[in-house]
């Protein structure tokens, strides 16, 4: 599909992922509570304005249950919960999960081949 056709779901979804994957690997190491107050405010949002209507409320059903609560202590809290949900996803989509204990290098610091410097 060319470039300046409107997204469909999936590419809202890749562009999605690494956006939130991208603001997880810049969230300060420790959150203060006002900026964990935002990220949970954020993440309620998110789940309602989400254009993918069904993708949106299946994400804010899965965030209401009490063991998956966003994380939003600190950098490394946040990130590893949030590549669990990006895995949630890719299990229904049936595509592999990601190691999670890679996020900050993916995300973060870069592939440690260098191939990102």
């Known amino acids: 599909m060319p470039d300046d056709c409107p997204p469909d779901v999936n590419a809202i979804g890749?562009?999605?992922?690494t956006f939130l994957h991208s603001v997880a690997a810049q969230y300060p190491d420790q959150a203060t509570p006002a900026q964990q107050v935002e990220m949970l405010s954020f993440l309620r949002i998110f789940s309602r304005v989400y254009p993918c209507w069904h993708c949106a409320e299946d994400f804010r059903v899965w965030i209401s249950k009490t063991e998956n609560e966003p994380k939003v202590g600190g950098r490394a809290e946040f990130g590893n919960w949030l590549c669990g949900a990006h895995n949630e996803v890719n299990v229904k989509l049936g595509k592999p999960a990601?190691?999670?204990?890679?996020?900050?290098?993916?995300?973060?610091?870069?592939?440690?081949?260098?191939?990102?410097?």
């Open 98 to 117: 990601f190691d999670c204990a890679l996020w900050q290098e993916r995300w973060r610091d870069g592939w440690k081949d260098g191939r990102c410097d």
């Open 14 to 17: 890749r562009a999605t992922w």
